[in-house]
């Protein structure tokens, strides 16, 4: 005949479950904290040719976003963000006439006009009472049509003002969204793969 009574290891298994899942549960909170992205933010695309170096840049971000974290996530666990920001590919300025027109066709502005970036997490959230903070963060990249994931580099400060700048760096290829690097004049100066991208985003928190 079976023994269908649970052993006494099997029970305290159990209850030991109960009891962590329980601790979990009461450790994954979240407290959101909400920064509302202000005018005056930048991106920058540093790039280079087979004879010098490009820079092209979009210079006072105005739309206002609103980026949240969510604190008091368990250790192992980063604190899990939701926002993004929009960039029209139309005002990328590589101080260039040829250079510029070249990107916008590289990025197929035609097709797709926006750059999206969009925050998921981040290895910590800034305590900027403590001055500059540094952090790592995942974000996804939308352009020209492809989403790719990227962990990014932070630094936060934060001035008088209570302003809170946030400024994130990360080096893609354009063969990371299936784009060739841009050509002029007849193919003679060819843009290389890698591109530095910075954004600079100017928030306030709000709650």
């Known amino acids: 005949m079976l023994n269908t009574k649970p052993s006494l290891f099997n029970f305290l298994l159990f209850t030991l479950a109960i009891l962590n899942l329980s601790y979990i549960s009461g450790s994954t909170k979240l407290e959101p904290v909400k920064w509302v992205v202000q ?3 930048e991106v920058r695309v540093n790039g280079s040719t ?13 739309i206002s976003d609103t ?49 999206n970036i969009r925050f ?7 305590e900027l009472d403590k001055g500059i903070e540094y952090a790592v963060g995942t974000v996804d990249i939308e352009l020209a049509g492809v989403t790719k994931r990227f962990n990014v580099e932070y630094k936060f400060s934060i001035d008088v ?5 946030m400024q994130g760096t990360k080096t893609v290829k354009f063969s990371d969204f299936n784009l060739t690097p841009p ?5 003679m100066i060819q843009a290389k793969d890698d591109l530095d991208v910075v954004f600079k985003l100017n928030l306030r928190r709000v709650s």
């Open 120 to 126: 998921l997490s981040m290895s910590k959230f800034p």
């Open 50 to 62: 087979n004879i010098n170096k490009f820079e092209c840049d979009v210079i006072g971000y105005s």
């Open 161 to 165: 003002y209570k302003t809170i700048s």
């Open 39 to 41: 005018t005056g933010g």
């Open 67 to 115: 980026l949240i974290f969510y604190k008091n996530t368990p250790s192992n666990i980063n604190t899990v963000m939701t926002g993004s920001v929009s960039l029209n590919i139309t005002n990328f300025d590589c101080h260039n006439g040829m250079m510029t027109s070249n990107l916008r066709k590289t990025l197929k502005m035609k097709e797709y006009p926006r750059m």
């Open 183 to 187: 050509r002029k004049l007849g193919g």
